[in-house]
């Protein structure tokens, strides 16, 4: 099944853990990227690649970072996190930047820091 | 403001009725997607649209991208339970160049009462 699977899907962590979560997908798609949600300021992007080794800032990439050394992974590390970083974060992917299919999400990971 | 918006925040309707959700932007689109979200879950694709005046349907869902390609509306026909959710609209706002960015509106909420 064509997918993109991030883990976990439930985090909680303390203030300065450093923390990883995993995105893939197994649709060879060269275009993935990280949202996070919150209420009443919908989907913001925090970083995105549009291939291996190519990754850009989207709006709101302080105290994250990114690394694409596969096509099919892409994983979103807190190196420190903080409470404001509390939130609902979402991994896409998508075959290339305008193929009329939008994007394939993943199921969302739930992080809360405390 | 957002750049993108939708109305209404919230609906609730009673099964079997009709309902539109729109989504404005502040600046012409170049693409608009329509997305639906399960409380708590993942995006699924509806539908995208890219040319001014282009209407597209899936199922009891039809969208269309008014001329001026401002604005896009999402229209559900006889609502069932299985539409409840948030719809979110997302819209490539620039024109092309090397990376396109896509921006999402806040969603609305729908809730269809049997």
């Known amino acids: 099944e064509a997918q993109v699977t991030q883990n976990p899907r439930y985090l909680i962590t303390v203030t300065g853990k450093k923390l990883t979560v995993t995105c893939s997908q197994n649709?060879?798609?060269?275009?993935m990227s990280w949202y996070r949600q919150d209420p009443g300021l919908g989907l913001r992007q925090i970083y995105y690649?549009?291939?291996?080794?190519?990754?850009d800032k989207g709006d709101v990439p302080e105290g994250y970072k990114v690394s694409r050394k596969e096509k099919r992974n892409f994983p979103l590390i807190l190196e420190s996190p903080s409470p404001n970083q509390t939130s609902l974060y979402f991994c896409?992917?998508?075959?290339?930047?305008?193929?009329?299919?939008?994007?394939?999400f993943g199921s969302g990971t739930r992080l809360t820091v405390v | 403001s957002q750049e993108l918006e939708q109305s209404p925040q919230s609906l609730i309707v009673q099964e079997g009725k009709n309902l539109t959700i729109n989504c404005t932007s502040s600046?012409?689109?170049?693409?608009l997607y329509w997305y639906k979200q399960k409380y708590g879950e993942g995006l699924i694709f509806l539908m995208m649209?890219?040319?001014?005046?282009e209407e597209k349907s899936h199922e009891k869902i039809t969208a269309k991208l008014d001329e001026k390609k401002q604005q896009s509306s999402l229209h559900i026909t006889a609502s069932q339970p299985s539409h409840a959710g948030i719809y979110l609209c997302?819209?490539?706002?620039?024109?092309?160049?090397?990376?396109?960015?896509?921006?999402f509106g806040p969603g609305t909420s729908l809730s269809v009462i049997p």
């Open positions: 690649s549009m291939n291996v080794e190519v990754t």
């Open positions: 600046k012409t689109l170049y693409g």
């Open positions: 649709m060879n798609h060269e275009y």
């Open positions: 649209l890219q040319k001014g005046g």
């Open positions: 997302g819209a490539d706002v620039t024109p092309k160049t090397s990376y396109d960015k896509v921006i």
């Open positions: 896409a992917s998508s075959l290339s930047r305008r193929t009329g299919y939008g994007y394939t």
